[in-house]
């Protein structure tokens, strides 16, 4: 199979998904064949391309009601299931700092798309913002959710903020990753069939072993960069909205304003934005508050 051929929602004539997809009202699937990898793709909508770039551990279904609201809106929402993740399968369990970025930039040469508006959040803003740093002419515009600026100035205060990376750097085979979905990270509540299906591709090889490999190998090694101020040396050409939420410890306003405060100096345009009674999962909590700031800064950014 070429680069440039996908195969439809599997039917029973075809290889079915495994495990079964979490429905989703309105969001097609397709597989999309790069060389060693075969990306999930959910789809949803007609119109100007958004790229929608999921966190950890989640996978495609964490987008589905901004996506059907971006549908509404006339836009064309593509929500990939990166490397290590949801239903992508991969040749090699092998991955580097810029996997996920080799692997966006197949999808979009695959789908014939030259630029996208990008949506991300938690781990896929990394590769988002890897996007929008090294190929901007790729990106119209961006929003990031829970995520600084790259070109961020560290603070003693944002370090109760990584408490959860030691349970995935240390990862166990068959460990469950249920508590990840605690109220210290969901303000609104999260039904246990949610969280069921937020960890249902947890049981694939690849994504168990993902687990642990994607912090050490992306995670740790652009912090450690974002730390050095690799990016501050850097300019952002990309048009930038980041959004956090107020039940996020301990990235509260004062805080997040503190660390940007380079971003004159850093970027052409970055805004900030706060969501009331949400936390970090952003699109759980407050999935309308979520679209209607995407597609305000959509509008803006024309």
Do not use: N
Request: glycine fraction near 6%; hydrophobic fraction near 45%.
């Amino acid at each position: 199979m070429s680069a440039s051929e996908s195969l439809p929602l599997a039917s029973p004539k075809d290889r079915a998904w495994s495990p079964p997809l979490p429905p989703a009202d309105g969001i097609t699937h397709r597989r999309i064949a790069a060389p060693g990898l075969r990306t999930h793709l959910a789809e949803c909508g007609q119109g100007e391309p958004v790229l929608l770039l999921h966190g950890f551990p989640e996978h495609w279904w964490q987008w589905r009601d901004v996506a059907t609201g971006l549908a509404a809106a006339g836009y064309r929402a593509l929500i990939p299931d990166l490397r290590g993740a949801g239903w992508t399968e991969a040749d090699s369990p092998a991955l580097d700092r810029t996997s996920r970025l080799r692997d966006v930039l197949a999808l979009l040469d695959a789908l014939g798309l030259e630029s996208v508006r990008l949506l991300s959040h938690d781990m896929g803003a990394l590769t988002a913002m890897q996007l929008s740093y090294g190929h901007p002419e790729r990106v119209l515009s961006a929003v990031q959710l829970s995520v600084p600026p790259a070109f961020f100035a560290f603070s003693p205060r944002i370090v109760p903020g990584f408490r959860h990376l030691p349970q995935f750097l240390l990862h166990r085979r068959g460990t469950s990753l249920r508590r990840i979905f605690s109220p210290a990270y969901v303000a609104r509540g999260m039904t246990e069939e949610v969280k069921d299906r937020h960890r249902a591709p947890q049981r694939r090889a690849e994504v168990e072993a993902a687990v642990r490999t994607l912090p050490w190998r992306q995670i740790l090694p652009e912090a450690l960069r974002m730390s050095a101020g690799v990016y501050r040396r850097r300019r952002l050409a990309v048009p930038t909205m980041v959004v956090f939420d107020h039940q996020d410890r301990p990235w509260t306003e004062p805080v997040v304003r503190r660390i940007s405060r380079h971003a004159p100096r850093c970027a052409d345009r970055v805004e900030l934005a706060f969501v009331e009674d949400a936390a970090h999962f952003l699109t759980d909590d407050a999935p309308e508050e979520v679209t209607a700031l995407a597609l305000e800064w959509f509008a803006r950014t024309r």
